[in-house]
């Protein structure tokens, strides 16, 4: 039952409310969960009937058979992250919840661009491809794939790069993140 | 054995001694399984039936309910009583056939995909996939039913499953690593509250029904006469302190229900509380109105299972989480050692009794015989001697019942907040009479939510279920007309249900005994005479046709401005 307390008052003035938090910026939330039937549906579910907005998902296996994880991105300017993580713990088979510190954090997301180029803007395409660290994976007369991996940041910029040679289409993954250091995510 | 015959052992270890369910295709063999189980099983007439009896027994008894429907219409039957299990946070499992392995997501005859319709209105689910889950699926649905916040749990079983031989070993552990409800309360933090409480001079204590559920309603009361705090419930809290003492008198610390329908007391005291302390309640639309504009003075101590419930519509100053009644216990203790002043409270209970004496709940009686709403439920509790366990529908009875029916007790009063489900109360009260057989169960239902489950009356004569059902009859859908009146221009539309059914020969048609009741010098009388025929009884009590109830907090506006 514990130690009675001592006698010390406390004024109700000093009292500060754990208010719901909008952080006001991404949040990347990494989700390890049962490998269950309808566990992404549960997920899904949940953040649609509390009216909470997926950036990104992405879903795939761990080391452990039994568990996957799911890593998703919230906007913490709209929704209180704390409510979205709290709800998240309800579901019976998440397992944990980290939601990464960006500076404590390696994010990546792969993206594939489908180009509209000829050969005479093909080498220009070409360099900012290489200045991005991009893989051209694809040629044909009148197009250029383009293979990018990198932060959120870097992607957008690579679009805002591509578009105007004329972007027939796009892909993203989401991003998969991992922490830093030797501990587990 | 099969797996059917695995799930009758399951139910027996989890102790069930009676369900409540209807036969079809894709469950035949569960229904051939209790031939021999020697589990009680109560056939309803309809799904919803079914699952609003194993609510109203979980909520009397304290116990698991369980009930049974075949798939697709069987099972989406049930999804009124999972949602309002769901919002009301009541322990039930439902079990639901499937269609065949092969015939799933061929659109199969009687198929539906109940996991996922069910989905957004359940604790958890477990799709079977291979029959040996069966067994660890039932009991983990049991676990997880009635541990933490309590709530829904379906198990889905395609036919062809149940059906097959499995090795049945008995499960003795539950693999559920993501599951770990906190139910101890973090010792600084109730000191902290202690301390918050002690130094309080406008303090109310707000209890709801996760008091209930955690049978912490002893440690609720001795925790609030720890000093002469104020105390009031939710609707769902009813009976978590006793309303009423021992010798009939309305407690003292008692300010009545709050919420839209609460007494000015309740709500103006929450207005001008310094200190509110939240107890297993959610801070609900109906408690707070205008959001903005509620208990602008206060802070917060919220104790609650649910993590997730604090801070979610009113941010905490002092968050506990954990089990009411381990945290309470242990508020008592801390706060007893801080030797608090009461007299320090002499002011707040000199305002509180200032609006108790100048807006007690009050309405006007008739000059003739004729029954007033309010004194019908006033002639229930002096005919039950305030000693019933009453069940309600939806609707203006249910807050005239919650407001003049004084609970003494917890588990006595079972009634469906969250979801707010017309049709709740009958089969709830028929649920909670199987499981407390020698406890006087009374329905008071509206004349038009009855209608909505009346058909479980022909379970309730079979059986030999003694209900009684006071149907509060004033031809009206009453709480829609009373807001047509109010909010839209008194322009009635399709509220009047008129004269019909005759529920005197709707009760004789089922075989339970009918009888109508217009006398107000003679109600008391006419009502325990009526209570104390055997079996089931409906009576057919002819109120008031347009009386309003009151007080009422407009929706979306602030405590201060109640009317009526």
Redesign the interface.
């Known amino acids: 039952m514990g130690e009675p307390g001592t006698k010390e008052t406390l004024s109700l003035e000093d009292l500060d409310a754990v208010v719901g938090l909008r952080t006001g910026r991404k949040h990347v939330l990494s989700i390890l969960v049962e490998n269950k039937p309808g566990v992404l549906t549960r997920i899904a579910g949940l953040f649609a009937r509390r009216g909470f907005n997926i950036d990104t998902l992405t879903v795939g296996p761990t080391d452990d058979e039994g568990v996957s994880r799911v890593t998703l991105t919230v906007d913490g300017a709209v929704h209180p992250i704390d409510q979205v993580t709290k709800q998240l713990h309800k579901l019976i088979n998440v397992l944990k919840i980290r939601d990464l510190e960006p500076t404590d954090t390696v994010a990546r997301e792969l993206a594939l661009f489908k180009v509209a180029v000829d050969g005479g803007q093909r080498g220009e395409l070409m360099q900012i491809a290489e200045i991005f660290r991009g893989k051209i994976v694809d040629v044909t007369k009148r197009a250029v794939i383009v293979e990018v991996t990198g932060t959120t940041e870097k992607i957008t910029a690579f679009e805002s790069m591509v578009r105007p040679f004329g972007l027939i289409e796009m892909m993203r993954t989401g991003e998969i993140a991992i922490s830093r250091g030797r501990g587990e995510t | 054995m099969r797996a059917v015959d695995a799930v009758m052992e399951c139910l027996k270890a989890e102790g069930v001694d009676v369900v409540f369910g209807l036969p079809g295709g894709a469950n035949l063999p569960t229904y051939d399984a209790f031939v021999d189980a020697g589990i009680r099983h109560i056939l309803v007439r309809h799904e919803a039936g079914g699952g609003h009896a194993a609510e109203g027994y979980a909520k009397a008894t304290g116990k698991v309910g369980v009930a049974l429907a075949t798939s697709g219409p069987g099972a989406t039957n049930l999804v009124t009583p999972i949602t309002d299990a769901m919002m009301d946070s009541v322990p039930v499992v439902f079990i639901t056939g499937q269609v065949r392995t092969e015939l799933l997501g061929t659109d199969g005859f009687q198929e539906a995909d109940t ?2 319709i069910t ?2 209105i359940v ?3 477990f ?1 079977i ?1 291979h029959p040996l889950e069966i067994p660890r699926a039932i009991h983990e649905a049991f676990h ?1 039913a009635r541990s933490g916040r309590p709530g829904p749990v379906i198990v889905d079983i395609p036919q062809d499953l149940s059906r097959a031989e499995i090795d049945y070993e008995p499960v003795t552990d539950l693999r ?4 770990q409800p906190t139910t101890d309360g973090n ?1 600084k933090q ?3 509250a ?3 409480l ?3 001079r406008r303090p109310v204590i707000y209890a709801g029904g996760g008091v209930i559920n955690a049978n912490a309603a002893g440690e609720l009361t001795e925790f609030c006469r720890a000093d002469r705090f104020p105390v009031t419930c939710t609707l769902m809290g009813l009976g978590a302190y006793p309303a009423v003492g021992a010798d009939g008198a309305l407690d003292p610390q008692w300010l009545g229900m709050l919420g839209m329908h609460g007494t000015r007391a309740a709500n103006y005291a929450m207005d001008e509380a ?2 509110i302390c939240c107890v297993g309640a959610r801070f609900d639309d109906r408690i707070t109105g205008k959001l903005s504009e509620f208990a602008p003075r206060a ?2 101590i919220h104790i609650d299972i ?3 419930e ?3 519509n009113v ?5 506990i989480v954990g089990d009411a009644r381990n945290v309470l ?2 508020l008592l ?2 706060y ?4 608090a002043d009461p007299g320090r409270l002499e002011d707040w209970w000199t305002r509180i009794n200032g609006w108790r004496e100048k807006h007690p709940l009050r309405y006007e009686d008739s000059a003739d015989s004729e029954i007033k709403p309010q004194y019908m439920i006033e002639a229930v509790f002096e005919a039950t001697g305030g000693d019933a366990i009453i069940s309600s529908d939806v609707g203006q009875h249910q807050m005239w019942a919650a407001q003049y029916y004084h609970f003494a007790q917890p588990r006595r009063w079972i009634n469906s907040g969250g979801l707010g489900t017309m049709g709740f109360g009958l089969p709830a009260a028929m649920g909670a009479a199987v499981g407390c057989p020698d406890q006087l169960v009374v329905c008071i239902a509206g004349d038009g939510s009855v209608q909505m489950n009346a058909q479980e009356l022909a379970t309730c004569a079979q059986e030999r279920i003694p209900i009684k059902v006071l149907i509060m009859n004033n031809g009206y859908l009453g709480m829609v007309r009373q807001w047509q009146e109010l909010f839209w221009d008194k322009r009635y539309s399709h509220v009047d249900t008129g004269e019909f059914p005759d529920f005197v020969k709707l009760a004789d048609a089922y075989g339970a005994s009918g009888l109508r009741l217009h006398d107000k010098r003679t109600l008391v009388s006419d009502l325990r005479d009526a209570l104390a025929l055997d079996g089931p009884v409906v009576v057919d009590v002819r109120v008031t046709r347009e009386e309003n109830t009151y007080p009422m907090i407009p929706a979306g506006q602030p405590a201060r401005e109640m009317v009526g």
Do not use: C, N, T, V
């Not at chain 2, 559920?176 to 599951?179: D, E, K, Q, S, V």
């Not at chain 2, 941010?315 to 968050?319: D, F, L």
């Open positions: 996991i996922g989905m957004p604790k958890h689910s799709m996939q997880i559920l690593p993501g599951y010792q109730i000191r902290q202690a301390k918050a002690a130094s309080a310094d200190l802070k917060f649910d993590p997730a604090i801070s979610k941010p905490a100053h002092i968050p216990a242990k203790i801390e007893r050692a801080l030797g």
